[in-house]
């Protein structure tokens, strides 16, 4: 049996680097926060993103590390504690699952509209009701709608990277910043990940820039206050335009990403066989693995030429990268652990938009699964491959939503029993 260390030391003699750590998905987000030097942390409790906060509460105690963790009554106060922070200038962050996103939801609507570059970490959890813990992204997906920009890593070494690239994006665009990781199926989970020097991250996103946006006591003004209903629409616009153009930057940070640490992921979208694929899943998350090797396992079973394209940023929206790969694929299965209750899975609701103005449209197929952290399996992934194949050749009709691994006989069972 491996032990850590002796994981740590096959990483760094296969690497060639000496900072390795074996880690969950929280405790990289509480190391990216520390080596982000962030200066101020709104702190409340919830399943399954706890250990975020008390990790960073053991680095303060442990290493005299200079982060203000404020404890506050519930996720509302943490996230204007991060709000009052980035109004003066202070890099900010808070965590929250679930429940109290919902709890949080006015203030992270508020930090939105206010342009502050805060970095919120949600560790993925189904909402009640009924109450319970398991995986799922619908609350990931909901700050989408708030002004937010959103990414979503696959693993915990992308995790670490991806919040350290998140204050970039913060920082360059004033447009605060989710970064999503599966609840339990990461946040929970150990895995080696390698630090980069502090050096290289402090030149990666200095403090020291300009925040003509941050309070001064000395000279002070109001923020967020009330506006015309004149200029209510140009605010908006604002934020939709910045968002919008920012698919281009996405791709440049995790481009400088790679030069200091010699790791990519692709940007907003990170393509996996694609270069001959005529059938593809889009995905996002930890599942993404499974779909990758589920399109391996069809080429060499079926002869089925399958690929992947793991979304990596919701917002901004990958249109131009999603409408370039969708040209040259006959059919895309977008597998949704969410839902948009009636329509379909929210990202492929919004895949059909993006793909709607194409003269050669290719068949999407909405798929929804792993709802309250119900497993998607590998050969789950490989059944939608041969299906999307048989809907290219006619032998299958497409539908306005399928679902992955449903039986209705527990439900049935479940309320005779009750």
């Known amino acids: 049996m491996i032990k850590e260390g002796d994981m740590v030391s096959i990483i760094e003699k296969k690497e060639g680097i000496s900072n390795v750590k074996v880690v969950t998905a929280n405790e990289a987000v509480a190391l990216a926060v520390k080596c982000s030097r962030v200066d101020v942390v709104g702190a409340y409790p919830i399943t399954p993103q706890t250990s975020i906060m ?62 502050l570059p805060v970095v919120l970490a949600i560790a993925s959890r189904a909402m009640g009701a009924p109450w319970i813990i398991g995986n799922e992204h619908t609350d990931v997906l909901l700050p989408r709608e708030w002004g937010w920009m959103v990414l979503f890593p696959e693993d915990n070494q992308e995790v670490f990277d991806t919040i350290i690239q998140a204050y970039k994006l913060a ?22 990940i390698s630090i980069p020097e502090q050096s290289l991250i402090d030149s990666f996103i200095p403090k020291n820039t300009p925040k003509p946006y941050a309070l001064d006591t000395a000279n002070p003004f109001t923020h967020g206050n009330a506006v015309h209903s004149n200029v209510y629409l140009e605010f908006r616009y604002d934020i939709f335009r910045t968002i919008q153009e920012a698919e281009d930057l996405v791709d440049e940070i995790d481009r400088e990403w790679e030069k200091i640490t010699g790791r990519s992921y692709g940007g907003v979208i990170q393509e996996y066989l694609l270069d001959d694929a005529d059938v593809a899943i889009i995905v996002m ?27 990596r940023s919701i917002r901004p929206f990958p249109f131009k990268r999603l409408t370039k790969l969708a040209n040259n694929l006959k059919a895309i299965g977008v597998v949704d652990r969410n839902i948009s209750p009636g329509v379909a899975g929210m990202i492929a609701t919004e895949v059909k938009f993006a793909l709607y103005d194409l003269e050669k449209r290719p068949i999407v197929q909405s798929y929804i699964g792993g709802l309250g952290g119900k497993d998607i399996k590998v ?14 050749e006619g ?22 029993e009750v």
């Not at 404890?71 to 890099?91: C, D, I, K, L």
């Not at 080429?299 to 394209?309: F, L, M, N, Q, S």
């Not at 050969?379 to 290219?392: A, C, R």
């Not at 939503?401 to 005779?416: C, M, N, P, R, T």
């Open 54 to 115: 008390e990790y960073l509460a053991k680095y303060v105690e442990t290493e005299n590390l200079p982060i203000e963790i404020v404890r506050v009554e519930s996720e509302h106060s943490a996230m204007a504690v991060a709000m009052g922070a980035a109004a003066v200038g202070a890099r900010a962050f808070t965590a929250t699952s679930s429940q109290g996103l919902l709890y949080m939801a006015e203030m992270v609507y508020w930090v939105g509209g206010s342009r």
């Open 171 to 192: 920082d360059s665009t004033l447009i605060p910043v989710v970064v999503g990781l599966d609840g339990f199926l990461l946040s929970h989970t150990t895995m080696p």
């Open 285 to 311: 998350g930890a599942s993404s693995g499974d779909a990758k090797q589920a399109a391996k396992n069809v080429r060499e079973k079926y002869g089925i030429r399958a690929g992947v394209i793991r979304l």
């Open 379 to 392: 050969s789950d992934f490989e059944n939608i491959f041969v299906e999307l194949s048989q809907m290219v």
């Open 395 to 416: 032998k299958v009709t497409p539908e306005r939503a399928k679902w992955i691994g449903l039986d209705l006989s527990l439900v049935e069972q479940y309320f005779e």
